[in-house]
């Protein structure tokens, strides 16, 4: 330890923190994702919004959506849902080239679709590594963790307190 360390650039250069941190930037760039298909050219994801749980396949088509064994148009009656669930397809500039096929299980109609959308963006993005960026730039990555406030003792919900009685 004969050398002293008289500057800032002095111990960056002891301990190579500056070299470490363009290295972890280089490699992680360098990071080249494979399309991951099974045997029939589909694509698998698991999309899940409160407490819906969509199991999704993706697979080059014509742009059907079939969710339980019924048509999307049937199965989520709702316009604002239908345009839910395509975003991931306008977001990636896919739309039409692919045909889904999900089955979802619990909560309601609202948290279905947003799991039906979360599962479609993570399957595309394993078909198709390159359509990643646009779809984690949108946030359909991303798995919203909102979910219900649990019930506490001594309250009427999870909040809300019994009626206060002056007299």
């Known amino acids: 330890m004969t050398d002293e360390i008289k500057s800032l650039d002095d111990l960056k250069a002891a301990v190579g923190v500056g070299e470490e941190a363009d290295d972890a930037a280089?490699?992680?760039?360098a990071i080249i994702r494979e399309p991951v298909r099974d045997a029939l050219?589909?694509?698998?994801?698991?999309?899940?919004?409160?407490?819906?749980?969509?199991r999704v396949w993706v697979?080059?088509?014509?742009?059907?959506?079939?969710?339980?064994?019924?048509?999307?148009e049937i199965y989520f009656a709702r316009p604002v849902l239908q345009?839910?669930?395509?975003?991931?397809?306008?977001v990636a500039n896919v739309a039409g080239q692919f045909d889904v096929m999900c089955t979802v299980k619990g909560g309601g109609l609202?948290?279905?679709?947003?799991?039906?959308k979360h599962g479609i963006s993570k399957a595309l993005s394993v078909y198709d590594p390159e359509l990643r960026p646009a779809?984690?730039?949108?946030?359909?990555?991303?798995?919203?963790s909102r979910v219900v406030e649990r019930k506490k003792y001594g309250k009427r919900?999870?909040?809300?307190s019994f009626q206060f009685s002056k007299r």
């Not at 050219?41 to 969509?54: M, N």
């Not at 697979?59 to 999307?72: I, W």
């Not at 345009?83 to 306008?90: C, L, N």
Request: hydrophobic residues 35%; charged residues 25%.
């Open 26 to 29: 280089a490699t992680e760039a």
């Open 41 to 54: 050219g589909r694509s698998y994801a698991t999309g899940k919004r409160k407490d819906a749980v969509a």
């Open 59 to 72: 697979k080059p088509g014509h742009g059907k959506v079939t969710v339980n064994g019924k048509e999307l």
């Open 83 to 90: 345009m839910v669930i395509g975003q991931p397809f306008t």
């Open 110 to 116: 609202s948290g279905q679709a947003g799991a039906v």
């Open 135 to 144: 779809l984690k730039a949108a946030g359909f990555l991303t798995r919203d």
């Open 157 to 160: 919900k999870a909040r809300r």
